[in-house]
């Protein structure tokens, strides 16, 4: 059994930045691509990043440029670097781990999942 684990969320004012974390459980982690989620109150859950197994990303358009996801395999850990923060980027976060090494927007290509952190920023 794979565990997630997630941290960095918080309150931030409108233009800043935010470092989330993700730490994987196991042996295998370099072997699989690796995404980030959110979810607003209200709304679907919505791909935000996601990096393969090679370090190839993908972003969502809302956040391209925006947002930076990296990985450390050494380290069982996945990054997501969020600057110019939007009140519209408020959200629970989640760090997911996709059943493959190739990137994935859909949800239901990843099988395991964090619990969440929240991400709130003011206006």
């Known amino acids: 059994q794979v565990q997630l684990v997630e941290s960095g969320g918080g309150l931030v004012q409108a233009g800043g930045s935010l470092r989330l974390s993700c730490v994987a459980s196991g042996r295998t982690f370099s072997a699989y691509a690796m995404g980030w989620f959110r979810q607003a109150p209200g709304k679907e859950r919505e791909f935000v990043a996601a990096?393969?197994?090679?370090?190839?990303?993908h972003y969502a358009d809302s956040v391209k440029g925006r947002f930076t996801i990296a990985r450390d395999n050494a380290k069982n850990t996945v990054y997501l670097q969020m600057s110019s923060l939007k009140p519209e980027d408020t959200a629970v976060y989640y760090c997911a781990r996709d059943r493959t090494g190739s990137t994935s927007v859909v949800a239901v290509q990843y099988n395991y999942w964090g619990q969440g952190t929240q991400v709130t920023v003011s206006s």
């Open positions: 990096i393969s197994n090679i370090g190839s990303s």
